[in-house]
């Protein structure tokens, strides 16, 4: 058994990605991908995640600009993990409620380690980037999230108020240095 990584998307984990996808829609996240389709042209899937121009069929506003995105995912042996998300550089929507970062464990691998593991080992890779210090955007209630980030050194700046458009999120700066 080989030791957890993180790895560009790649069509080796076709199988388990989509079963984790699964797990996604049950949760109600990622509806947006379409399993079928994803199914029939996985090849394409990830060709259009390795242009780092953002995830592919995410529906966006017409007024996001969208920002560039190096996509990774944490893979141990023939099954996928989780994934996170580097923004190369912040809007002012991201810099409110979305961050340079995001990351996700699928649901079956969540309680394991694989949060502070995953965040831990991107790292150097957001470091690489250019981001000296990256902002993470933490639902209030996800205590789980919020714990991967305090242990993984993050500070916490404040929490923004809700709007009509946008729930409240707690600003967190993770140094990456």
């Given at each position: 058994m080989s030791?957890?990584?993180l790895i560009r998307p790649c069509v080796d984990y076709k199988d388990s990605y989509i079963e984790a996808l699964r797990e996604y829609h049950q949760e109600e996240r990622y509806l947006y991908q379409d399993i079928g389709v994803l199914d029939r042209d996985f090849d394409g899937?990830?060709?259009?995640?390795?242009?780092?121009k953002g995830y592919p069929h995410q529906p966006y506003q017409d007024w996001v600009e969208p920002?560039?995105?190096t996509i990774v995912w944490m893979v141990k042996d023939d099954t996928y993990i989780g994934t996170v998300n580097i923004r190369h550089r912040l809007n002012w929507h991201l810099?409110?409620?979305g961050g340079h970062v995001h990351f996700i464990v699928r649901p079956t691998m969540r309680g394991k380690g694989y949060g502070r593991k995953i965040l831990h080992k991107a790292m150097p890779i957001?470091?690489?980037i250019g981001i000296d210090n990256a902002l993470l955007t933490i639902c209030p209630n996800n205590q789980w999230a919020i714990n991967i980030a305090?242990?993984?050194g993050a500070v916490f700046?404040?929490?923004?108020q809700a709007t009509d458009k946008f729930p409240a999120v707690k600003r967190y700066w993770l140094n990456c240095t």
């Open positions: 030791a957890s990584k899937f990830v060709k259009d995640l390795a242009c780092e920002m560039p995105e810099e409110k409620w957001i470091n690489y305090e242990q993984c700046e404040d929490e923004t």
